[in-house]
Nanobody, 124 residues
């Protein structure tokens, strides 16, 4: 088990940028695929981005490709989500997630470990 804490959410205007961070309590993040999910108001949670344990592979949901970038720093036990060209439809609670699984499993399944979430609101 690993505990995850997100930070960096807030209110930005349409077209703006925001960077999310997630820190983990695990002794090491190396065994974990990491990622971000989000839950828009009134909708179900959805996958946003994932990154392999060594950072060499990433995967994005189609609507965020080219706008969001996921990265990780295992030495700092952290994962990041850089978001640009934000749109009102990106408004959601964003969750940091981790799982001892492959990235291919991770992007279509429910990771085992979840943070509490951070709210991102995009105003039009």
């Amino acid at each position: 088990q690993v505990q995850l804490v997100e930070s960096g959410g807030g209110l930005v205007q349409d077209g703006g940028s925001l960077n999310l961070s997630c820190t983990a309590s695990a002794q090491t993040l190396s065994p974990y695929t990491m990622g971000w999910f989000r839950q828009p108001p009134g909708k179900e949670r959805e996958f946003v981005a994932g990154i392999s344990w060594n950072g060499h592979s990433t995967y994005y949901e189609d609507s965020v490709k080219g706008r969001f970038t996921i990265s990780r720093d295992n030495a700092k036990k952290a994962v990041y989500l850089q978001m640009s060209s934000l749109k009102p439809e990106d408004t959601a609670v964003y969750f940091c997630t981790a799982d001892r699984s492959s990235l291919s499993w991770f992007v279509s399944s429910t990771p085992q470990n979840w943070g509490q979430g951070t709210l991102v609101t995009i105003s039009s």
